[in-house]
């Protein structure tokens, strides 16, 4: 349930960072910035061995340096609902489809069911944009969709090589900052002197401390209790949260067809996560 929340705050705040003066450079800063500061005293306890492990480093770029950078990017272009649906919806099926290439684990009958319902689901959702094409929501979806891939590949490996997830996170964290920080200072475009303070401490406070660290520790905690597929499958609720959440919150439309889709992944998802 905490992590089903922190991914449906993570679409919200993030399309509310898109939407502000912030680069999503800028975005991804704060995120390492705020949870090194938090996770630095205990930079001394990880493993030696943790910073030569290619694995690691593997899953860094994975889930950080190549994620969250094209992520936030997608957030600039498209509305929170978007995030919606690629993020969480396309995980039952990228991760069912990497057990299969990979570990040769067909899908069950069931689960295939799921699969489709979920499909179908996504042609729901995309309707609208059929008919009232627009080049930057396909431009945000395109990078949303290729983060949600980044992201697939990283929660199955994740489960595979089976880290503790407290060393993973501070790995991340850690390894990202690192490779990240002097770059963005340097060479990338930056819009913070611009920005609201209260804008600033929201992107800080959520991508740093509850997106970096406890969304993180959450999520690799289910991985280890339920396996890949059940977790993402599980977090096809999130949609729902947002599609509700972004209306109030973001004044962003709920179409009948996203409605639709909703309902179809939802329950294709909940079959997906079945054995």
């Known amino acids: 349930s905490a992590t089903l929340m922190m991914w449906s705050g993570f679409s919200l705040i993030s399309r509310l960072g898109g939407k502000s003066v912030l680069t999503p450079y800028d975005?991804?800063?704060?995120?390492?910035?705020?949870?090194?500061?938090?996770?630095?005293?205990?930079?001394?306890?990880?493993?030696?061995?943790?910073?030569?492990?290619?694995?690691?480093?593997?899953?860094?770029?994975?889930?950080?340096?190549?994620?969250?950078?094209?992520?936030?990017?997608?957030?600039?272009?498209?509305?929170?609902?978007?995030?919606?649906?690629?993020f969480p919806w396309l995980q039952p099926f990228l991760i069912s489809a990497l057990a299969w290439l990979v570990a040769g684990t067909r899908p069950t009958r069931i689960r295939t069911i799921g699969l489709s319902l979920i499909g179908s689901g996504i042609v729901c959702a995309a309707m609208p944009y059929l008919t009232e094409w627009s080049p930057d929501y396909a431009f945000g979806d395109l990078l949303m969709f290729i983060s949600s891939c980044c992201w697939a590949l990283y929660g199955f490996f994740a489960a595979r090589w089976n880290y503790s997830p407290w060393i993973l996170t501070r790995a991340i964290a850690f390894g990202s900052a690192i490779v990240?920080?002097?770059?963005?200072?340097?060479?990338?475009?930056?819009?913070?002197?611009?920005?609201?303070?209260?804008?600033?401490?929201?992107?800080?406070?959520?991508?740093?401390?509850?997106?970096?660290?406890?969304?993180?520790?959450?999520?690799?905690?289910?991985?280890?209790?339920?396996?890949?597929?059940?977790?993402?499958?599980?977090?096809?609720?999130?949609?729902?949260?947002?599609?509700?959440?972004?209306?109030?919150?973001?004044?962003?439309?709920?179409?009948?067809?996203?409605?639709?889709?909703?309902?179809?992944?939802?329950?294709?998802?909940?079959?997906?996560?079945?054995?």
């Open 27 to 86: 975005i991804f800063a704060l995120r390492l910035i705020t949870a090194s500061a938090i996770l630095l005293p205990f930079i001394g306890s990880m493993p030696r061995r943790a910073w030569a492990d290619r694995r690691l480093w593997i899953l860094t770029c994975l889930c950080s340096l190549i994620y969250c950078p094209i992520a936030y990017t997608g957030f600039k272009y498209a509305p929170a609902a978007h995030g919606g649906i690629l």
């Open 180 to 275: 990240y920080l002097p770059i963005y200072w340097y060479f990338l475009p930056k819009e913070m002197s611009n920005a609201p303070m209260s804008m600033i401490l929201i992107q800080a406070a959520f991508q740093g401390i509850s997106a970096t660290i406890l969304a993180m520790l959450t999520y690799l905690k289910s991985l280890q209790l339920l396996g890949p597929e059940r977790t993402a499958s599980f977090l096809a609720l999130v949609p729902v949260v947002i599609g509700v959440l972004a209306v109030p919150l973001l004044d962003e439309p709920l179409t009948p067809w996203l409605g639709a889709g909703i309902v179809l992944v939802s329950l294709g998802s909940y079959g997906a996560s079945k054995t």
